[in-house]
């Protein structure tokens, strides 16, 4: 269908719709007035990865089109355990953990969103203040009378943990409860008429929706993106090394520039629409470009994100690394670094260290093809004892896209 409202545009023309519960309804809603929306975030670490990107870009679109975002924080969720997509039951956190880990997501959405009390000004929200204040009985009878047991166990989040023989607990089955509920105290509190989410939250959605009409008689929306991956099939969110996450602290600007540098040529321009403010038309023009020329648009597109989520310091520094590193054959200074005591660290456990590789067995086979250089030297030899001089650095290369600065500590 032709959208009428700037958000719906907006949101079809760079990729972000999958399914929506009433498009028509929603995009005339979404012409006539402010439109509040929520997506859902929790705090199971001090930082969202990447995988989180598309949904905090989506309020960031919102926010851009007239419209209010609301970051709801689950507080009160995390302490459960959303089941979906998992076969294990997620570790619990102390509440000092969660408040922690609050407060260090904050940072990326303060970034990306404007936070205030205007009316389309960002807010945060935390769902312990009210599904923490729930007793049991008043969430049974108020809440648990409009979800059926068959229903709930026809959602892929548990039928798939049952399918594979995996354990739910009584607590995991009972979040799509406390997820609807959520929508509906968001209706009710801050007239929220969207949530929004990844395709694997549908389910949760749909809950909310309609438990928000049959409780309140009030008409609210929902809509999903597409599962993201990469063109080789990966899921976004982790890397070789690890997970590629947001905040500074879980991972040095350098090798979050690297990895959208990094990018298949076929993800450039996908990542272009969804991940940066860029024009359609110049979007169009960096995607076209083909050969040699392509890896100008992946710079263009590690520059634009590292910008957003990290500054435009970090992005500058990032790429001057590179250069120095890949072109001049020099020491950028904003490499990931690995402290070396005066006793020295061997090979195999440096490459570890640094995350290049996840044990020291894969560390082994990597020095074994040819893959490590030191100070652009080959080697061959997993437990060469690595020293550094006072006041000197030396620089391991694994491979020629993973660089680091080892210096005396």
């Not at 023989?165 to 969207?194: A, S, W």
């Not at 040095?252 to 024009?279: A, E, H, I």
Request: negative net charge; glycine residues 10%; charged residues 25%.
């Amino acid at each position: 269908m032709t959208y009428k409202s700037s958000l719906l545009r907006v949101l079809e023309e760079r990729g972000y719709i999958h399914q929506t519960t009433d498009a028509e309804g929603l995009d005339a809603l979404a012409e006539k007035q402010v439109v509040p929306g929520y997506i859902g975030f929790d705090a199971t670490a001090a930082s969202l990865h990447i995988g989180s990107l598309v949904q905090i870009m989506m309020l960031r679109r919102l926010q851009q089109t007239g419209h209010k975002p609301i970051v709801l924080m689950g507080g009160g969720t995390t302490r459960i355990g959303d089941p979906t997509g998992r076969d294990e039951s997620r570790k619990m956190l102390s509440d000092e953990t969660i408040e922690t880990n609050i407060k260090g997501i904050f940072s990326i959405f303060s970034r990306l969103l404007k936070f205030g009390d205007g009316p389309t000004d960002a807010v945060m929200v935390n769902n312990q203040d009210w599904l923490g204040q729930l007793g049991y009985i008043q969430l049974l009878q108020e809440v648990g009378t409009h979800f059926t047991v068959n229903r709930m166990l026809s959602f892929d989040s548990v039928k798939l943990r049952l399918e594979r023989e995996q354990p739910m607990t009584f607590l995991e089955f009972n979040y799509m409860i406390l997820q609807g509920y959520d929508f509906r105290h968001l209706c009710k509190d801050k007239d929220v008429r969207l949530q929004m989410g990844g395709s694997d939250q549908w389910g949760n959605i749909i809950n909310g929706v309609e438990l928000t009409r049959r409780m309140d008689s009030k008409e609210v929306f929902g809509l999903t993106t597409p599962l993201l991956t990469t063109a080789d099939g990966a899921k976004m969110g982790k890397s070789a090394a690890g997970a590629v996450w947001l905040n500074e602290e879980m991972l040095p600007s350098y090798d979050f520039w690297q990895y959208w540098r990094n990018s298949d040529d076929r993800d450039v321009g996908k990542f272009l629409r969804l991940f940066t403010d860029l024009p359609l038309d110049e979007i169009a023009r960096l995607e076209a470009l083909e050969g040699a020329a392509i890896n100008d648009a992946k710079v263009v597109l590690a520059n634009e994100v590292t910008k957003l989520c990290r500054g435009e310091d970090a992005a500058v520094a990032a790429e001057a690394t590179a250069k120095a590193t890949f072109a001049g054959g020099g020491m950028g200074d904003d490499l990931p670094t690995l402290d070396v005591t005066g006793e020295g660290v061997r090979l195999g456990a440096a490459l570890t260290e640094l995350g290049f590789t996840a044990s020291n067995g894969e560390a082994k086979r990597k020095i074994g093809e040819g893959a490590v250089r030191l100070d652009d030297v080959l080697m061959n030899d997993p437990g060469f004892l690595i020293e550094v001089a006072a006041g000197e650095t030396r620089k391991l290369s694994l491979g020629k896209k993973k660089h680091a600065i080892l210096r005396n500590a």
